[in-house]
């Protein structure tokens, strides 16, 4: 089974641009969350989608959004981009009522 | 709340016993989770233990969990120079599905 999947790997956008990244779950996995994670901050939770529902939001300003379609996957937004939203970002798969959730290799955003 | 806390440097010689250890503070917590960030890469699943589990062992990782005491630890068996990486603690809600991460312990395996 092919695990899961973000692209773009990396991005470099400027201060006010907007950007969405892009993750496939791993095949029949209906849940996806994403997390950021910085130096400062560590890793913390944004939002979970299931069956296109966000479900949990996490702490952060409505400048980050989200969707999931129907085939799963998911794409995260980040409109009016700060330095501070530098971070990797990593989205996370899980199926059924499963509680292991498979991480893929993350994006990189650099804001300058 | 969740809080989950983690030492943050751990070095070990090649071929002995790493152990990382983890507190956490939510009592309702179901699973516990350890994960292996290597540089530049996501994160990896490598175990997890059922909050009803005292011990779980998998190859050369074992997991205990004392519940009275919220302490999990990792024990790396034979560690070798590809366990190197950032080691994540983590716990989950199970109201809402979010893990809550420690800090990450470093682990550098030295010759």
């Known amino acids: 089974k092919a695990g899961v999947t973000q692209t773009p790997r990396y991005l470099i956008k400027t201060r006010g641009q907007q950007v969405t990244l892009s993750c496939s779950p791993i095949?029949?996995?209906?849940?996806v969350s994403w997390y950021q994670q910085t130096p400062g901050q560590g890793l913390q939770f944004l939002f979970e989608?299931?069956?296109?529902?966000?479900?949990n939001k996490g702490n952060f300003p409505g400048r980050f959004s989200g969707r999931q379609f129907s085939n799963s996957r998911s794409e995260m937004n980040v409109s009016t981009l700060e330095l501070g939203d530098s971070a990797l970002y990593l989205c996370?798969?899980?199926?059924?009522?499963?509680?292991?959730?498979?991480f893929g290799p993350g994006t990189r955003l650099t804001v300058t | 709340g969740e809080d989950v806390e983690q030492s943050l440097f751990l070095s070990v010689r090649e071929g002995d016993s790493s152990v990382i250890n983890c507190t956490y503070t939510?009592?309702?917590?179901?699973?516990l989770y350890w994960y292996k960030q290597e540089p530049g890469a996501g994160l990896q699943l490598l175990t997890y233990?059922?909050?009803?589990?005292d011990m779980k062992q998998d190859q050369r990782l074992t997991v205990l969990l004392n519940k009275k005491d919220k302490h999990l630890s990792l024990r790396i068996a034979d560690t070798q120079t590809g366990d190197s990486a950032i080691y994540f603690c983590?716990?989950?809600?199970?109201?809402?599905?979010?893990?809550?991460f420690g800090a990450g312990t470093t682990v550098t395996v030295r010759a």
């Open positions: 233990i059922f909050s009803n589990m």
């Open positions: 095949s029949g996995h209906r849940s």
């Open positions: 989608y299931f069956s296109e529902t966000q479900r």
């Open positions: 996370a798969s899980r199926g059924g009522v499963s509680y292991e959730q498979y």
């Open positions: 939510d009592s309702s917590s179901t699973y």
């Open positions: 983590a716990e989950i809600n199970t109201n809402d599905y979010k893990l809550s």
